[in-house]
């Protein structure tokens, strides 16, 4: 029984570590956005808004940890901004296919 609790709180704290990465997730939403652009899957306007988005998230990232405190509050708001970014990207590179 704990082990079962050990493993569990292990795997946890894993997936918790991980999900934290912000840093990580904003230099591979770059490398995709420059990418996509790069590809003529996204126009130049759609570039600077998802650019824009990225350093606002950033700016976000750095004013969260700026009392080196970051509160599970902050860390919400900030996955989220990444998911919609990412959600954005995802639409603005479907709009130019034609079916």
């Known amino acids: 029984m704990k082990s079962l609790f050990i493993a569990s709180v292990l795997i946890l704290s894993g997936v918790a570590v991980h999900a934290q ?3 990580s997730d904003l230099k591979k939403m770059n490398d995709q ?3 996509a652009y790069k590809d003529k899957k996204v126009t130049a306007v759609e570039y600077g808004k ?9 700016a ?5 940890q700026a009392d080196d405190v970051m ?3 902050e860390k919400n708001r900030i996955n ?3 998911i919609r970014s990412k959600k954005r990207l995802a ?6 296919e034609v079916y």
């Open 21 to 23: 990465d912000f840093e």
């Open 33 to 35: 956005i420059e990418s």
């Open 50 to 58: 998802l650019i824009r988005e990225q350093d606002l998230i950033r």
């Open 60 to 64: 976000a990232i750095e004013k969260a």
């Open 71 to 73: 509160t599970s509050d």
């Open 80 to 82: 989220s901004k990444i």
């Open 91 to 96: 639409k603005y590179k479907t709009n130019r």
